[in-house]
């Protein structure tokens, strides 16, 4: 969950909402979304300890179209757009110490019409580490999870570090009254939106790997809960030391808000400091997300409704190397193609269709499945459930009317699966039937 979100997205929620106060609330509303998801899920990773997670609860709930479109959008755009808005991300503070790697710096422009097609350090940078990322994740679970679980020491500990330095520090200035609200109308807020769940996105990767935990009925609901709250907590602390060191006005215009509140704090050496925080965040994020979401389109590949190489198992690693390595590879693409902040908008709408499709399958399969044990069940049922679906459709909408460029290419991405489906399921059938007449 925690990755560049909090470092670069929370100037895009100051703007939307310019008021301390206010600006919490909204971090808060996120959380609470997300708790709500969260409480959701567990009861389906309960019911359901397989790879692949939401493509499973998707199936069980409304049929194998639902699930394809799901993991054919995770492909397309959910996933791999996630990993490469963070790839992105991680070559912008890359080239903080390595200018080669920067943002800024053009490698490549190509005329493709009437635009012009530009390779920079940072894009190249981001192709990188997805590759080496990827390549540890090939190469054994257990390699995975190492790296992660060092470099999530290391970036809680970074934030952990600045919010202790921003509280103890004298205010950048004297405690004043709240300017007047100024909301921007229900787009704004959504914007705002979009960058907040961005933040906290993330926090249903463990169902993607129940397959391959030890007790999942009874660690994956925990897990989602636990991690849930403590980034919450950690978001809360963040935004109040970003505001003690900044004030509401300086996160609003600032790019990288996390670099410009550890400069207030101690000057360069900080910023410096902060920037390589940030950017073992990013690289942790990254390497969670290559992780989990290459349990995703296993099992798609396993129902006949991907290529069957993307199956595949690899012999001695036990890994889904099939997985991993197409996700690698259209991920690089995307990487190579836009901004930080496109990406993420695209992958957090065509998301938060999906999760309100999940969150709806807790009640569904109450009802069609009540024989089907349930380890946990969800607090507070139906009200959570209901909550996370109604939410989840609201910011959709609002999404939509904010950025509808992004939103329609989000809502794109899930069409064109239908007639991708139409075409595996047809193959599928011809297959059988082959299968059948060559049978005695």
């Given at each position: 969950?925690?990755?560049?979100?909090?470092?670069?997205a929370?100037g895009?929620?100051?703007?939307?909402?310019?008021?301390?106060?206010w600006?919490?609330?909204?971090w808060?509303?996120?959380?609470?979304?997300?708790?709500?998801?969260?409480?959701s899920?567990?009861?389906?990773?309960?019911?359901?300890?397989?790879?692949?997670?939401?493509?499973?609860?998707l199936?069980?709930a409304?049929?194998?179209?639902?699930?394809?479109l799901?993991?054919w959008?995770s492909?397309?755009?959910?996933?791999?757009?996630?990993?490469?808005?963070?790839?992105v991300?991680?070559?912008?503070?890359l080239?903080?110490f390595v200018?080669?790697f920067?943002?800024?710096?053009?490698?490549?422009?190509?005329?493709v019409?009437?635009?012009?097609w530009?390779?920079?350090?940072?894009q190249?940078?981001?192709?990188?580490?997805?590759?080496?990322?990827?390549w540890?994740?090939?190469?054994?679970?257990?390699?995975?999870?190492g790296?992660q679980?060092?470099?999530?020491?290391?970036?809680?500990?970074?934030i952990?570090?600045?919010?202790v330095?921003?509280?103890?520090?004298?205010p950048?200035?004297?405690?004043?009254?709240?300017?007047?609200?100024?909301f921007?109308?229900?787009?704004?807020?959504?914007?705002?939106?979009?960058a907040?769940?961005?933040?906290?996105?993330g926090?249903?990767g463990a169902?993607?790997?129940a397959g391959?935990?030890?007790?999942?009925?009874k660690?994956?609901?925990?897990?989602?809960?636990?991690?849930?709250?403590?980034?919450i907590?950690?978001?809360?602390?963040?935004?109040?030391?970003?505001?003690r060191?900044?004030?509401?006005?300086?996160?609003a215009?600032?790019p990288?808000?996390?670099?410009?509140?550890?400069?207030?704090?101690l000057?360069?050496?900080?910023a410096?400091?902060?920037?390589?925080?940030?950017?073992?965040?990013?690289?942790?994020?990254?390497?969670?997300t290559?992780l989990?979401?290459g349990?995703v389109?296993?099992p798609?590949?396993?129902?006949?409704?991907?290529f069957?190489?993307v199956?595949r198992?690899?012999?001695?690693?036990?890994?889904?190397?099939?997985?991993?390595?197409?996700?690698g590879?259209?991920?690089?693409?995307l990487?190579?193609?836009g901004t930080y902040?496109?990406?993420?908008?695209?992958v957090?709408?065509a998301?938060?269709?999906?999760?309100?499709?999940t969150?709806a399958?807790?009640?569904v399969?109450?009802?069609?499945?009540?024989e089907?044990?349930?380890?946990?069940?969800?607090?507070?049922?139906?009200?959570?459930?209901?909550?996370f679906v109604l939410?989840?459709?609201i910011?959709?909408?609002s999404?939509?009317?904010e950025?509808?460029?992004?939103s329609v290419?989000?809502?794109?991405a899930?069409?064109l699966?239908?007639?991708?489906?139409a075409?595996w399921?047809?193959?599928?059938?011809?297959a059988?039937?082959?299968?059948?007449?060559?049978?005695?």
């Amino acid at each position: 969950m925690v990755g560049s979100a909090i470092f670069l997205a929370a100037g895009d929620a100051a703007r939307s909402v310019p008021h301390p106060v206010w600006l919490l609330a909204m971090w808060v509303a996120g959380g609470l979304l997300t708790l709500a998801g969260a409480l959701s899920y567990g009861e389906l990773g309960a019911m359901f300890p397989r790879a692949g997670g939401l493509y499973h609860y998707l199936r069980e709930a409304y049929g194998p179209l639902s699930a394809f479109l799901f993991g054919w959008t995770s492909f397309l755009v959910i996933m791999t757009g996630g990993i490469a808005a963070l790839a992105v991300g991680f070559g912008e503070y890359l080239g903080v110490f390595v200018p080669f790697f920067s943002t800024s710096h053009r490698l490549l422009e190509v005329p493709v019409g009437r635009w012009t097609w530009v390779v920079t350090g940072g894009q190249l940078a981001g192709v990188l580490a997805i590759a080496f990322l990827t390549w540890i994740n090939y190469r054994g679970l257990r390699e995975g999870t190492g790296l992660q679980n060092a470099v999530t020491l290391l970036k809680m500990g970074s934030i952990a570090a600045l919010v202790v330095i921003a509280f103890a520090a004298t205010p950048v200035a004297p405690p004043a009254p709240a300017p007047p609200v100024h909301f921007g109308g229900m787009g704004a807020l959504a914007a705002g939106f979009i960058a907040v769940l961005w933040s906290y996105d993330g926090w249903y990767g463990a169902t993607f790997m129940a397959g391959e935990m030890k007790k999942p009925e009874k660690n994956l609901p925990v897990g989602l809960m636990v991690g849930t709250l403590a980034v919450i907590g950690l978001y809360l602390l963040a935004n109040g030391a970003y505001l003690r060191a900044l004030t509401v006005e300086g996160m609003a215009t600032t790019p990288r808000v996390g670099e410009a509140a550890a400069r207030s704090l101690l000057g360069p050496f900080g910023a410096q400091a902060l920037s390589a925080a940030v950017f073992l965040s990013i690289f942790g994020c990254l390497s969670a997300t290559v992780l989990y979401a290459g349990r995703v389109y296993m099992p798609m590949a396993e129902d006949g409704l991907f290529f069957r190489g993307v199956g595949r198992i690899h012999p001695k690693y036990r890994t889904p190397s099939g997985s991993l390595l197409a996700q690698g590879v259209w991920a690089s693409i995307l990487t190579l193609s836009g901004t930080y902040e496109q990406l993420y908008t695209y992958v957090i709408v065509a998301s938060f269709l999906f999760h309100a499709a999940t969150g709806a399958a807790v009640i569904v399969l109450r009802r069609r499945r009540p024989e089907l044990p349930r380890p946990y069940r969800v607090w507070g049922y139906p009200v959570v459930p209901l909550l996370f679906v109604l939410t989840s459709m609201i910011f959709v909408v609002s999404a939509f009317v904010e950025k509808p460029v992004e939103s329609v290419l989000g809502f794109v991405a899930v069409a064109l699966g239908l007639p991708v489906y139409a075409w595996w399921r047809r193959r599928a059938g011809e297959a059988n039937s082959r299968q059948r007449g060559e049978s005695p």
